[in-house]
């Protein structure tokens, strides 16, 4: 049975490529983000799939327009059945070079930007006493990472934002699901000027998330390979993880 969609960071990268994945499945799609000729351009190449597509523009660090864009997507759609909350930026982040604002920034749109559409949804999806609500962490929440200290933590509040909501939000028959992907080739990660281990494209990496979707699985963290590997650097001593990242975050420009 069709469902419908909801997809935040949707004009662009894996967010994109989620809602073109879940329409060739059959479902109808509620894109959000801020450009808004790209969510025009995508919309209209959705539709051609013979399914129900809508946008809104909308900044998800701003609580109101979120509100306005949810209300929107209820009034277009009449249910939210899947919420995939996938809207993300990261930054220049080095420590001996830190900018405030920046920083929260980045707060503001990886944290505040699911917070903002759990306020909203959770409401309806009590309401209809069923749901799905995925949010895309990162594989980058496994430590803190020279460089990207912004960014890693920002991930680390969401793992741990969703794995409170999963387990409250159980009895209301609602899922959610913390997606946690390696390395993807989208723009945000042409920016990266370092060997990026295991990058995969994201027409083959929103594959595996709308799988692990829709089977319920509570977290899916991929490629296994870098998974491994993030999950071993988590086990192995400060001293010989001071000095391997410190090494590399000095020949990659990054202290
Ligand atoms: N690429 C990777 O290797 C990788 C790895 C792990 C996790 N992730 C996560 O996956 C998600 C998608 O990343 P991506 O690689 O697809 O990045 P991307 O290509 O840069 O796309 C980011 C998307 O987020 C939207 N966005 C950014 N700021 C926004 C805001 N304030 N309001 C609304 N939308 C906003 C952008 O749309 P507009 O600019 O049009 O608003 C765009 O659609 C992010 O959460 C990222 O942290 C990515």
Redesign the pocket.
């Known amino acids: 049975m069709a469902k419908n969609v909801l997809i ?9 490529a989620l809602a073109l994945e879940y329409a060739n499945q059959g479902h109808n799609i509620f894109l ?4 808004e000729s ?1 969510l025009q351009d995508l919309c209209s190449k959705i539709k051609e799939k013979n399914v129900e597509a809508y946008y809104s523009v ?4 701003n609580i109101n327009q979120v509100k306005n864009s949810v209300d929107l997507a209820l009034q277009s759609m009449n249910s939210i059945d899947i919420a995939i909350l ?5 930054g220049s982040e080095r420590i001996s070079a830190l900018d405030a604002n920046n920083f929260k920034s980045i707060y503001d ?2 944290v505040f ?1 699911i917070v903002n559409f759990l306020e909203c949804i959770v409401p309806i999806m009590i309401n209809q006493k069923q749901g799905t609500i995925a949010g ?5 929440d496994s430590r803190g990472f020279p460089g990207s200290a912004a960014y890693s933590s920002s ?1 680390v509040a969401v793992r741990n934002l969703l794995e409170s909501a999963r387990v409250e939000l159980k009895s209301y028959g609602i899922k959610v699901i913390t997606v946690r ?4 080739r ?4 042409s920016k990266n000027n370092f060997k990026m281990p295991f990058l995969m494209d ?1 027409d083959k990496a929103v594959k595996g998330i709308s799988d692990a979707i829709n089977s319920g699985k509570s977290i899916y963290s991929f490629p296994m390979p870098l998974y491994l590997l993030t999950h071993l650097a988590k086990l192995i001593p400060n001293s010989i993880y001071d000095s391997i990242l410190s090494n590399w975050a000095k020949k990659n420009g990054k202290v």
């Open positions: 935040s960071g949707a004009s662009q990268g894996i967010g994109a959000i983000a801020r450009n790209a909308c900044d998800v660090s996938n809207a993300g930026i990261m749109v990886n930007g895309i962490g990162s594989l980058a991930k992907p390696g390395f993807i989208t723009n945000m990660t994201a």
